[in-house]
């Protein structure tokens, strides 16, 4: 067991952790609270692949704006009655969870069984060389063969008709 | 013991797979969002997974930084979208949101 290991795996045992805590909780807070966690781990993934730039993005958007978003919709929705009303029957509890073990199953079934052509983590590169970020930048900002102008302007019009949407949507009339 | 991809990927279908079981067991708006960001979380891990452990490109890389910005934007519309909800009907459960236009 490398060092690589060792992180790989206790970040998958916390992020799988908290992202089952996350959907069985009984509390909004806390299941955003969850997300959070996992969301770090996922970051943590990300440092540990060597892609440093990626997993500050993933801290940022997600951690520092997606949930900070979620706790304030959270309180501004808070008095909603009593939970105790929307609990499903066990019927409907257990099909979903059957569903769900059965899906997720099947995709590690198939997992398991495809012999992937993969490199070990941390095997031959290093991560400072994993994906510089002049790589990147000229990438997002390139027409030709290999760019990604495209997608990044659509991306960009996405965002400004996502700031008017929201505008408009959550203002008082 | 070395880590390859598959271990990646098996992460991921967990992380699917609680996903899924949120989102059809929660009856709050703001929680099934909550289980939609541990889906396209899972869909992210795939894509860097892929692009470190198989290829040698950046194409997963853009793509998942491309993810998560329309993430952030999916999120923030349909935060607007539920508190407006909240706003007009003082309720945010799906099975007592029948109302379309009154």
Not at chain 2, 51 to 64: A, H, K, M, P, S
Request: hydrophobic share 55%; net charge neutral.
């Amino acid at each position: 067991m490398n060092t690589e290991s060792i992180v790989f795996l206790v970040l998958a045992f916390f992020v799988a952790l908290f992202s089952v805590l996350s959907v069985t909780t009984k509390r909004i807070i806390r299941a955003a609270t969850y997300l959070l966690f996992v969301l770090f781990g996922t970051a943590g993934l990300y440092f540990l692949l060597g892609y440093t730039f990626l997993g500050a993005v993933q801290i940022m958007v997600y951690a520092g704006g997606i949930v900070v978003l979620y706790i304030f919709a959270i309180m501004l929705t808070g008095k909603t009655g009593d939970a105790k009303q929307h609990t499903l029957t066990v019927g409907k509890r257990a099909a979903a969870l059957v569903a769900a073990l059965v899906g997720a199953g099947l995709l590690m079934f198939v997992i398991i069984t495809h012999q992937f052509v993969s490199q070990q983590l941390g095997a031959d590169i290093t991560n400072e060389s994993a994906a510089p970020i002049s790589q990147i930048g000229s990438s997002l900002l390139n027409a030709g063969e290999e760019g990604n102008l495209l997608p990044f302007e659509a991306v960009s019009v996405l965002l400004l008709a996502c700031i008017i949407g929201g505008l408009i949507i959550a203002r008082k009339r | 013991m070395n880590i390859t991809i598959d271990y990646f990927l098996i992460l991921s279908a967990v992380m699917l797979g609680a996903g899924m079981y949120g989102f059809f067991t929660r009856r709050n708006t703001l929680a099934i969002l909550i289980s939609i960001e541990l889906i396209l979380n899972a869909a992210d891990i795939n894509f860097a997974a892929f692009n470190r452990l198989c290829q040698t490109g950046i194409e997963g890389y853009v793509f998942t930084l491309f993810s998560i910005a329309i993430s952030a934007a999916e999120t923030a519309i349909a935060i607007a979208v539920m508190i407006n909800i909240y706003r007009m009907l003082k309720n945010n459960y799906v099975d007592e949101l029948d109302t379309l236009k009154w």
